[in-house]
């Protein structure tokens, strides 16, 4: 089954990021480091992903991730050959962003937000070593990245290179998601976890009030800061994550919003950008300033206006990827049709009589939604339930 909580957290975090784009409000990153969520919930999925597959779980992750990206570059690249940009091998890097693709001018702001799934490909790929070893030395793993991001920070290794300071930027976050799937957060006892995540935290804020950036409190302006003080947000918002938070789904609305944003993230992230780049000169033009509420509430309304159109368009390809039933709406509930002369019900519940709703306890029945089995006949002439699809098969497929 899935957790609605992580559902919940991703969707908060998507809604985040666009908004921090729009507004560029310095505060929004320290109320929720938005980023730093979103590799240590897909680190949790990734260590979930190799524990039932393994190493081929790299490649189901990738055919994910790329499809989206290939969508937008379709789009984007021709666009920017159109207007300036050298036609070099490099373009290929759009493929599989492995490094920073090539871009012109203003494909430069409008696709800044592939350094996103550049840093996904390179955790991915390290994943399988990296699990391995989380399992054989835990906590050294996890102090792994921080230190070495400190060592950059301090001036101990001034030539590092890009990759070495993202790693050590994100993979930490992307290794607390490791410890999250394997229960090593939940394990640990109050009396530490929460010392701890105030220790992080209270070094973050300190080093963040000590090295303001351009932007001031910005935490994309300072790399350790950022590194520390999402540490302490994810120890305690996945160190104590609730097993579930059905709580989500009693609001229809909510419900569907979280569903539609988890299964529509990469397209929402990967095209908002751009129309936050379009928009802003064009609301300029008609005085909505960015200094205005109102008109930024406006923008804020506008780009998800567009990237809900944009979405509806293109963004089926994500469960193509996933290799679902392609959706422009995702998240209806499909009722389920068993054969003739069968009637569906709730597993556990008690079949009704053919032509009736089968009640699955009180007050319910088949109609209100979930998973249903056919009945049959049985020799007393009773229904009797068809075997259970097997537990094991049925965490596989929720897992994807």
Do not use: C
Request: hydrophobic residues 55%; charged residues 15%.
């Amino acid at each position: 089954m899935r957790n609605r909580y992580l559902d919940l957290l991703r969707f908060l975090a998507i809604i985040r990021v666009v908004v921090y784009h729009v507004t560029g409000w310095a505060t929004l990153t320290l109320i929720f480091p938005a980023m730093s969520v979103m590799f240590a919930l897909a680190g949790s999925l990734m260590a979930a992903s190799l524990d039932r597959t393994g190493v081929p779980a790299v490649g189901r992750r990738l055919r994910r991730l790329l499809p989206s990206l290939w969508v937008l570059a379709a789009i984007m690249v021709p666009a920017m050959l159109l207007t300036g940009l050298p036609l070099t091998p490099r373009v290929l890097l759009w493929a599989f962003p492995i490094v920073d693709p090539p871009a012109n001018g203003w494909g430069t702001l409008a696709l800044s937000v592939i350094w996103y799934l550049r840093d996904y490909l390179w955790f991915v790929l390290a994943s399988p070593a990296a699990l391995w070893l989380f399992r054989r030395a835990p906590w050294p793993v996890l102090l792994a990245p921080y230190v070495l991001l400190a060592a950059i920070e301090v001036g101990m290794l001034p030539n590092a290179p890009p990759v070495l300071r993202d790693f050590g930027l994100y993979f930490g976050a992307w290794l607390l998601g490791f410890a999250h799937h394997d229960g090593l957060l939940r394990r640990t006892a109050n009396r530490v976890l929460f010392p701890i995540a105030l220790a992080l935290g209270a070094a973050g804020a300190a080093w963040i009030v000590t090295h303001p950036g351009p932007r001031g409190y910005d935490l994309n302006d300072m790399p350790l800061g950022n590194a520390l003080w999402s540490a302490a947000f994810i120890l305690v918002a996945l160190g104590r994550a609730p097993a579930a938070a059905s709580w989500v789904d009693r609001n229809a609305l909510l419900s569907r919003a979280v569903t539609v944003l988890n299964r529509r993230a990469l397209t929402v992230y990967l095209w908002h950008m751009s129309f936050v780049v379009v928009l802003t000169p064009l609301v300029d033009v008609v005085g909505w300033s960015h200094q205005d509420p109102v008109g930024l509430a406006i923008r804020v309304l506008l780009v998800f206006a567009l990237v809900g159109v944009v979405t509806v368009l293109v963004g089926w390809v994500e469960d193509v990827a996933a290799r679902r039933p392609p959706e422009l709406f995702p998240g209806r509930r499909h009722r389920a049709a068993g054969p003739a002369g069968t009637v569906p019900i709730r597993p556990g519940g008690t079949a009704g009589t053919a032509g009736a709703p089968a009640t699955t306890g009180p007050g319910t029945t088949a109609a209100s939604g979930g998973p249903v089995v056919p009945v049959s006949p049985g020799p007393s002439g009773r229904a009797v339930p068809a075997p259970r699809v097997p537990e094991e098969y049925t965490l596989k497929l929720s897992g994807r």
